[in-house]
């Protein structure tokens, strides 16, 4: 399997990314408690779907 290309990602686009994710982390601890974070509802919070919200070097 080839890898993925490599997007550049602007400082002002990395920066959204990261207050979008901040955000729906604090808003589902806030409804759902500790049990209600997880790396897959945060992602779904934030609008990213389940890929998850760590950085990836496509964004």
Known sequence: MSP??????DADEK???QARILEA???LLSLQ???GVSM???ARE???GH???A?????
């Open 25 to 27: 982390a604090l808003r």
């Open 15 to 17: 920066v959204d990314r």
């Open 40 to 42: 897959r509802a945060v």
């Open 51 to 53: 890929g998850g919200a």
């Open 46 to 48: 934030a609008g990213r």
């Open 55 to 59: 950085p990836t070097p496509t964004g």
């Open 33 to 35: 408690g500790i049990s």
């Open 4 to 9: 993925r290309p490599v997007r550049a990602v």
